[in-house]
């Protein structure tokens, strides 16, 4: 009885310790991102002639770089989801509602999710180790020092660039999706003709789809770029602490990405229609 | 016209980053400008905490810090059009940027400061380049650059932006007889007046291992020893 106690104790302290460590990563991550918000607002036009290639360049990294795997991304959701539920819904002559499904599925949920997770998977991590090992031989002092805000030169760059690829890879997977899906159903022979399918995907959109789709893309892209520069500035790292930091940023960002996600579902069934 | 020094101590404590104990206690030090310090002391003395401290880049404790009769803060924030009036030679490679190139590094903070493109920047900071014998490494990535020559490309970076004092810690760690001749007689020039710099004098505070000798006049001599910084009088060098 007194073991289970003890037992119970110290599961007790370990929650509450865990809960403390999590509190307080968030307050700093909040922290941190004021600051960088702070310093993107205060600095927008600060060595833009230094500063804008750098966004360009998280741009082609984040962006045009991972087309292909985008792509391929946006046609796997399409033949998966969309050629194989039509297929189904052709058989019990319900295909009217494969616009819905597309909407609510791919449109509204994987196809953000989908592209999160490959910019966080391509590009974030490296970040992590970027700045990370930036930080492990001093390159951040060295910029304090020659009077460059680091934020400026080496997050916001990172952040707006990142945020902005979400939110353009997400359109590519909806586009690539649409298009594999109807590409399965003519190979297939489903009676669906490319109108009356993008015409039913039309229909099934409403207007909050569109600004609540940017907006989830940008809270997705600012939230796992903030998260990367993050684990790889906020504080001293030694050389063999950076591979850690890569792992948090994944499981913080996939969490982050998925308390979102909730959040703009609870939005989209508030509002009405 | 009372003359302010253009950097001044006065009870200034360095606390050691790992423990949280005293590193340095109540530095009283008066830089004037064209001064050439040589900051001496044991390994571990602090002689580095307290040039990135005089850099605003590491905090210290009690007592006041000014450069140009301005207080630095850690971390303070800079005002719109700040451009910085110290050069910083960090020891050991001088923590050049690994993903730009040499010619990138030595610009970045005039491109920075000035809004100009680092090409732009590039053909600003040549004159540099050619000065310190680095047109040959100038496309090279900076991170695939020999430590001695990195040092080198740091001192670039660091008079880039034309300072008026320059911080050097340790610049010569470690160099063959050859490349540390090239630096004390490129350290004479900038303290007489460089022609990149219009002729102004430089001040110059480093840290060094070994005070260096044969030099007329020799450079004013502190030594960190204790926790404490004692300012030697004047060494006499044989004629």
């Avoid at chain 2, 340790?170 to 490349?179: K, L, R």
């Avoid at chain 2, 020039?189 to 430089?202: A, E, N, T």
Wanted: glycine residues 10%.
């Amino acid at each position: 009885m007194l073991q289970a106690g003890r037992d119970l104790q110290l599961l007790m302290e370990t929650l509450g310790l865990r809960a403390l460590s999590i509190l307080d990563t968030t307050r700093r991550l909040a922290a941190f991102t004021l600051i960088t918000m702070g310093v993107l607002a205060t600095r927008a036009g600060t060595a833009h002639r230094v500063i804008h290639p750098l966004v360009r360049n998280q741009l082609v990294q984040a962006g045009i770089l991972l087309l292909p795997i985008v792509a391929l991304v946006g046609m796997a959701l399409g033949f998966a989801i969309v050629g194989q539920t039509l297929s189904i819904l052709t058989q019990v002559g319900q295909t009217s509602l494969i616009g819905s499904l597309f909407v609510t599925v791919i449109f509204r949920e994987l196809a953000p999710l989908g592209a999160a997770l490959v910019v966080l998977a391509r590009v974030g991590t490296p970040t992590v180790v970027e700045l990370g090992t930036s930080r492990a031989l001093g390159e951040v002092e060295a910029l304090e020092a020659l009077g460059i805000d680091p934020v400026h030169y080496l997050v916001v760059p990172r952040v707006v660039g990142i945020t902005l690829a979400v939110v353009l890879l997400t359109v590519y997977i909806q586009l690539f999706a649409a298009l594999s899906g109807w590409v399965f159903c003519f190979a297939a022979n489903l009676p669906v003709g490319a109108g009356d399918y993008l015409g039913r995907i039309a229909g099934a959109l409403h207007w909050f789809d569109f600004p609540a789709l940017v907006l989830k893309t940008l809270a997705f892209g600012a939230c796992g770029s903030m998260i990367a520069c993050y684990q790889g500035l906020s504080r001293p790292l030694r050389l063999e602490e950076v591979p850690g930091a890569t792992t948090r940023t994944v499981a913080h960002s996939v969490v982050a990405f998925l308390l979102l996600d909730a959040l703009f579902l609870v939005i989209t069934l508030l509002l009405p229609g | 016209m009372k003359v302010i020094p253009v950097i001044q101590l006065d009870g200034v404590g360095i606390r050691r980053s790992d423990r949280n104990v005293p590193l340095i206690e109540d530095v009283h030090w008066t830089v004037m400008a064209c001064d050439w310090w040589e900051l001496t002391g044991a390994h571990g003395a602090g002689k580095s905490a307290l040039l990135l401290a005089l850099a605003g880049l590491v905090p210290t404790t009690g007592g006041t810090l000014t450069a140009f009769g301005e207080p630095v803060i850690l971390g303070a924030p800079k005002p719109s059009g700040w451009i910085p009036r110290m050069g910083l030679v960090f020891e050991g490679g001088g923590r050049l940027l690994r993903d730009l190139r040499v010619a990138e590094n030595i610009a970045l903070p005039l491109g920075y400061h000035h809004n100009c493109s680092l090409p732009e920047a590039v053909d600003r900071v040549w004159p540099w380049l050619e000065a310190l014998d680095l047109e040959r490494l100038a496309d090279a990535p900076a991170g695939r650059v020999g430590r001695v020559w990195a040092q080198r490309i740091a001192l670039a970076r660091a008079l880039s932006l034309g300072p008026e004092i320059l911080l050097l810690d340790n610049p010569t760690a470690g160099m063959d007889p050859a490349h540390s001749t090239w630096w004390q007689g490129f350290l004479v020039q900038l303290h007489k007046g460089h022609p990149l710099l219009q002729g102004r004098p430089m001040t110059l505070i480093e840290t060094t291992d070994a005070p260096r000798a044969g030099m007329q006049p020799p450079p004013r001599q502190a030594h960190l020893e204790n926790g404490r910084l004692l300012l030697l009088q004047p060494r006499t060098e044989p004629a």
